[in-house]
């Protein structure tokens, strides 16, 4: 079965601060994989999208990485603002139909002042 | 450039009735996927239609139907709603079967009651 799972399911942190976001999928064929920001509330806005060819994509302070063989992404925020307080999104594409993404449950990420 | 736009954004239904919401695609975009986010769950793909016809579909039963009109817009239908069917539903839009440009619209948080 298709799944993507991530870690943790919420973190806080200090503004300033770094963190960093897991995702561990099984989805097959692979196609690419995504990391959305989603407010509450809101649709989800991309952040980087990897192909199997590449292993690491910075969207300014968000870097993420990517390796195919252990199946494994994670996502890096570099000195966290308040606004980054949101749900992270890890997102699968599989290659067998028409590109249908498979989502993972998220990681809502709390900023404090 | 006007991205995905859905309506309405809030609705209150009743159980048992019948929800109608609509999607128009981010411009030059032909393809449009439907998806229902549980609070606090990650998206779960409901179908996808292209040149008017649904070619991909999820888990969902069959009181969740949709059509895609000749403008490239869609309505996505829900009958004998149930409490369970409380959710945000998001429309994506891409063009063809490339998803790299793919693009959610703000979603209809549906509450049924």
């Known amino acids: 079965k298709n799944q993507v799972e991530q870690s943790p399911q919420s973190l806080i942190i200090l503004e300033g601060k770094n963190c960093t976001l897991q995702?561990?999928?099984?989805?097959?064929?692979?196609?690419?994989l995504r990391w959305y920001k989603q407010d509450t509330g809101r649709g989800p806005v991309s952040l980087t999208i990897?192909?199997?060819?590449?292993n690491t994509k910075s969207n300014g302070r968000y870097t993420a990485t990517l390796d195919a063989d252990t199946k494994q992404s994670s996502l890096h925020i570099t000195a966290s603002q308040l606004s980054d307080s949101a749900s992270y999104i890890c997102?699968?594409?599989?290659?067998?139909?028409?590109?249908?993404?498979?989502f993972g449950a998220g990681t809502r990420l709390a900023v404090h002042p | 450039d006007a991205g995905v736009t859905q309506s309405p954004t809030h609705l209150i239904k009743t159980r048992g009735q019948q929800v109608t919401l609509r999607c128009s695609p981010k411009?030059?975009?032909?393809?449009v996927s439907w998806y229902q986010q549980a609070l606090g769950q990650g998206p779960q793909f409901i179908f996808q239609y292209y040149e008017e016809e649904e070619r991909q579909r999820g888990n969902f039963p069959d009181r969740f139907s949709g059509h895609q009109f000749p403008n490239y817009s869609s309505e996505l239908n829900v009958n004998a709603l149930l409490l369970g069917d409380s959710a945000l539903y998001l429309c994506a839009s891409s063009l063809g079967r490339d998803d790299f440009g793919y693009t959610f619209g703000s979603g209809t948080r549906l509450t049924v009651v």
């Open positions: 997102v699968v594409s599989d290659s067998g139909g028409y590109n249908k993404l498979i």
């Open positions: 990897m192909t199997f060819s590449e």
């Open positions: 411009s030059g975009h032909d393809t």
């Open positions: 995702c561990n999928y099984t989805v097959s064929p692979f196609s690419n």
